[in-house]
């Protein structure tokens, strides 16, 4: 027994000596990048950025990078619960996730960690969970910033009117809370409802028409996301007409594509964007350097926004058809 270990001891050193350029194989690392849900398309950028970072540093290190891309169909926080338990016992490297509801994915999120799986949110935040940052915009300054662009295009009275998505996401409500901030100084401002369309383009129409027929001397508009906007043109003949006509005034959160058209056609009068390649390609990043290379971040991670007005549209268009978001935008007034 003693000469068989000593021959394998002189084999596995003879071999060392022949094949010296053999190493231990790199590790894999699998991170699911789990958007609000699967209908909304703000979020196909930021999964194309995730994927395309994943691939980058696949080619770049030793290490193979892969997203696990996974939501469920509509926005809801009860079903997004379930697709974090799902990917925590599939025992993915780590999580990136925009929630739905901050407190909903509380215990969740601390149950991946306890699982021993670094945890980050994105876009929307569960401030009161273990993850280790949160990467996004400053969500009141968005809205405080909403607010800036309305008064500039509205005047400083009139009646102004909130749509919202699924009631209590944290990022929506803090932009509404910015709004209204923003809107304090101004008391001939008065807004007459908020409305929400649970993520809904098709509820998100139905409920600006039921708020235009029911306000028809409405002023203003802050969309808190661009949901009914998806839709065809002449979904919401009242806005659409009131838009045109010069006596509505609408400022809505994002920089998509059918937002940049809308407002060089005079629907709109100035978008706040956020980083939607970011969320995706600066996640897998940040996941990557906190479990690699042992890197710690601040509790809010800042992705930076974007304004847009009549005046830097045609720079934006541009980055959209380019795919490049690394240029810094011209001024929006």
């Given at each position: 027994?003693?000469?068989?270990?000593?021959?394998?001891?002189?084999?596995?050193?003879?071999?060392?000596?022949?094949?010296?350029?053999?190493?231990?194989?790199?590790?894999?690392?699998?991170?699911?990048?789990?958007?609000?849900?699967?209908?909304?398309?703000?979020?196909?950028?930021?999964?194309?950025?995730?994927?395309?970072?994943?691939?980058?540093?696949?080619?770049?290190?030793?290490?193979?990078?892969?997203?696990?891309?996974?939501?469920?169909?509509?926005?809801?926080?009860?079903?997004?619960?379930?697709?974090?338990?799902?990917?925590?016992?599939?025992?993915?490297?780590?999580?990136?996730?925009?929630?739905?509801?901050?407190?909903?994915?509380?215990?969740?999120?601390?149950?991946?960690?306890?699982?021993?799986?670094?945890?980050?949110?994105?876009?929307?935040?569960?401030?009161?969970?273990?993850?280790?940052?949160?990467?996004?915009?400053?969500?009141?300054?968005?809205?405080?910033?909403?607010?800036?662009?309305?008064?500039?295009?509205?005047?400083?009275?009139?009646?102004?009117?909130?749509?919202?998505?699924?009631?209590?996401?944290?990022?929506?409500?803090?932009?509404?809370?910015?709004?209204?901030?923003?809107?304090?100084?101004?008391?001939?401002?008065?807004?007459?409802?908020?409305?929400?369309?649970?993520?809904?383009?098709?509820?998100?129409?139905?409920?600006?028409?039921?708020?235009?027929?029911?306000?028809?001397?409405?002023?203003?508009?802050?969309?808190?996301?661009?949901?009914?906007?998806?839709?065809?043109?002449?979904?919401?003949?009242?806005?659409?007409?009131?838009?045109?006509?010069?006596?509505?005034?609408?400022?809505?959160?994002?920089?998509?594509?059918?937002?940049?058209?809308?407002?060089?056609?005079?629907?709109?009068s100035g978008l706040v964007g956020q980083k939607y390649w970011g969320w995706g390609y600066d996640t897998i990043q940040m996941l990557y350097d906190y479990i690699v290379n042992n890197k710690r971040y601040e509790s809010w991670t800042d992705s930076g926004m974007d304004i847009v007005t009549i005046?830097n549209v045609d720079a934006m268009i541009e980055a959209w058809e380019t795919q490049d978001f690394t240029k810094p935008l011209p001024p929006a007034f």
């Amino acid at each position: 027994m003693k000469k068989y270990v000593l021959w394998c001891v002189i084999l596995v050193f003879a071999l060392s000596l022949l094949f010296p350029a053999i190493s231990i194989a790199a590790n894999k690392y699998v991170f699911a990048w789990i958007p609000k849900a699967l209908n909304n398309p703000v979020f196909e950028l930021g999964r194309s950025g995730a994927l395309q970072r994943a691939k980058e540093l696949t080619e770049e290190t030793e290490d193979t990078v892969e997203v696990l891309y996974v939501a469920s169909v509509n926005s809801d926080a009860a079903e997004q619960v379930r697709v974090v338990e799902d990917v925590i016992s599939k025992g993915v490297d780590g999580i990136g996730v925009s929630c739905n509801d901050p407190t909903a994915l509380e215990d969740v999120i601390d149950k991946a960690i306890e699982a021993g799986i670094p945890v980050m949110t994105w876009d929307s935040d569960s401030p009161e969970s273990q993850r280790f940052t949160y990467l996004g915009v400053s969500n009141y300054d968005g809205g405080k910033a909403a607010a800036d662009l309305l008064v500039k295009a509205m005047g400083t009275a009139g009646k102004v009117a909130l749509l919202t998505g699924v009631p209590g996401a944290f990022n929506l409500e803090e932009r509404i809370r910015g709004f209204k901030d923003g809107v304090k100084d101004y008391p001939d401002i008065e807004i007459v409802t908020t409305v929400a369309c649970d993520d809904d383009i098709n509820k998100g129409v139905q409920v600006v028409e039921e708020v235009m027929q029911a306000n028809p001397d409405l002023n203003g508009w802050f969309f808190v996301g661009l949901w009914p906007l998806f839709a065809e043109r002449g979904s919401m003949p009242l806005w659409e007409a009131a838009a045109k006509a010069g006596t509505l005034k609408t400022i809505a959160f994002d920089t998509l594509p059918v937002e940049l058209e809308l407002l060089k056609d005079g629907y709109l009068s100035g978008l706040v964007g956020q980083k939607y390649w970011g969320w995706g390609y600066d996640t897998i990043q940040m996941l990557y350097d906190y479990i690699v290379n042992n890197k710690r971040y601040e509790s809010w991670t800042d992705s930076g926004m974007d304004i847009v007005t009549i005046k830097n549209v045609d720079a934006m268009i541009e980055a959209w058809e380019t795919q490049d978001f690394t240029k810094p935008l011209p001024p929006a007034f």
